[in-house]
């Protein structure tokens, strides 16, 4: 069950060396993590996963050589790619074509087709554009004039669509540790990284960002979970409108 996964998860910090992890499960769980949402369909995240032991040694050490890092049997690596959005617009537009002519009305698709030209041809190109934060400027004056007269999205700066980027692909990364947990396997979530270290190690290109690294293995019992989990009482986060 869902809950039972979710109450099984939680941040392991060292792991049980005499435990095994199969990369083929693991692999599996990144599978099931591209079923994860993601804005517009874009998917603009790499996986990188991590069963080499030399690689695993020097992540560690970009890791601060935290615990989860040192004691990992594998590790997976969120990379973000937006510098792919030229790509990963004209790969979801494709299958949109073939998607809503099979799936459509016929007598809808070709004003279907006309929207979805429109979007990921020439809107998403545009939105998800880096230019030292100028491009930024100009979407968030043409928005704001525009909001102006009806409602719209505002959120469209360089550093908006940097953070709608690693929302989804902090989703994937959920969505992976959620299905490890079904395996069984336990994880670390680690921002707390050297991520120009971490991109060195895995000759990244300029444009990909790491999200987060996660630590995989089967915690060692009586050392892998610091102590009682922690929540805030849900009435403090919780608003009924
Ligand atoms: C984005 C993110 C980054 C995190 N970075 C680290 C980290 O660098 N090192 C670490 O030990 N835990 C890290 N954590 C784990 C949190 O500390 C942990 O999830 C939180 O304390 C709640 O504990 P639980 O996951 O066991 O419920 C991170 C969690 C998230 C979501």
New binding site residues.
């Given amino acids: 069950m869902l809950a039972d996964m979710l109450n099984h998860?939680?941040?392991?910090?060292h792991y049980d060396a005499d435990k095994k992890v199969d990369s083929e499960k693991v692999r599996e769980c990144l599978r099931l993590a591209q079923l994860a949402p993601s804005s517009s369909n874009m998917q603009l995240y790499e996986f990188y996963h991590i069963t080499d032991p030399e690689t695993l040694k020097q992540l560690a050490v970009a890791?601060?050589s935290?615990?989860?890092a040192t004691t990992a049997p594998q590790m997976v690596v969120f990379v973000t790619r937006q510098d792919l959005y030229r790509e990963r617009a004209r790969t979801v537009l494709d299958f949109e074509r073939g998607n809503l002519n099979r799936n459509s009305p016929p007598e809808k698709v070709p004003g279907r087709l006309k929207k979805s030209e429109f979007y990921y041809g020439k809107l998403l190109p545009f939105i998800y554009a880096r230019c030292f934060g100028l491009l930024g400027l100009l979407r968030k004056i043409l928005t704001l004039s525009a909001s102006l007269f009806r409602p719209v999205v505002v959120d469209v700066s360089e550093a908006d669509v940097r953070t709608v980027v690693h929302k989804s692909c902090?989703l994937a990364?959920?969505t992976f540790m959620l299905a490890m947990a079904e395996q069984g396997y336990d994880t670390?979530?680690?921002?707390?990284?050297d991520s120009r270290m971490a991109k060195r190690i895995l000759k990244l290109p300029r444009g990909a960002e790491i999200n987060?690294i996660v630590a995989c293995g089967i915690r060692k019992e009586g050392r892998g979970?610091?102590g009682e989990?922690?929540?805030l009482p849900f009435e403090d986060v919780y608003r009924e409108i």
């Fill in positions: 998860r939680r941040a392991v910090r890791c601060l935290q615990g989860a902090g990364a959920q670390c979530p680690m921002e707390g990284l987060m979970i610091w989990r922690f929540r």
